[in-house]
């Protein structure tokens, strides 16, 4: 059960606060339903209803800053998600961004940047598709990262790169 001001993940909508609880009448009957609003687009809302176990379950509370520096520590042991079928990657791909699992993001993240790495060697870029899995895997990890770790979105790789070196690590990749 969520709360009033609780921060969650919802799905592929990145981070959002829970801004009320409230009982909507739909044809006569009381729906109870989780008001969303995400936390970089408060333009948008979203509304959940609490009964449907399928929908709330995509809600997640958001990490700790413990949570997070774990994850950050265990970027450079993480096996990539690569898959060559283009069909079976958009697929795989598609289900780790509705299921906003952190793990498969940076796994997927690495894949697509170790094979942005080749294909720019190579002269190419990525396909549109895989380019915009990147952006999308990579806009949903640093909005997160970002609230909870309190600094601006766009310092959140050299964040992640500085707390890979401290370590001794190199990068990411």
Not at 13 to 24: E, L
Not at 106 to 123: F, V
Not at 143 to 154: C, D, R, T
Request: overall charge negative.
């Amino acid at each position: 059960m969520f709360q009033k001001d609780d921060m969650v993940r919802y799905g592929a909508h990145s981070v959002c606060r829970v801004v009320d609880i409230t009982v909507k009448d739909f044809n006569g009957a009381a729906v109870e339903y989780y008001v969303l609003r995400p936390v970089y687009n408060d333009t948008s809302t979203i509304y959940v209803p609490a009964h449907n176990q399928a929908l709330t379950e995509k809600m997640r509370k958001v990490l700790s800053e413990g949570e997070i520096q774990a994850l950050i520590h265990a970027m450079p042991h993480e096996e990539s998600i690569w898959i060559d079928d283009e069909e079976a990657r958009r697929e795989r791909y598609r289900e780790i961004l509705a299921g906003g699992d952190r793990a498969e993001l940076i796994r997927m993240i690495k894949a697509l940047y170790h094979h942005q790495c080749e294909q720019q060697a190579n002269g190419r870029r990525l396909h549109m598709s895989d380019d915009r899995f990147f952006k999308e895997a990579e806009k949903m990890l640093h909005e997160e990262f970002a609230l909870v770790l309190g600094i601006p979105k766009e310092q959140v790789l050299s964040y992640i790169l500085e707390q890979l070196q401290t370590e001794g690590q190199q990068d990411c990749g």
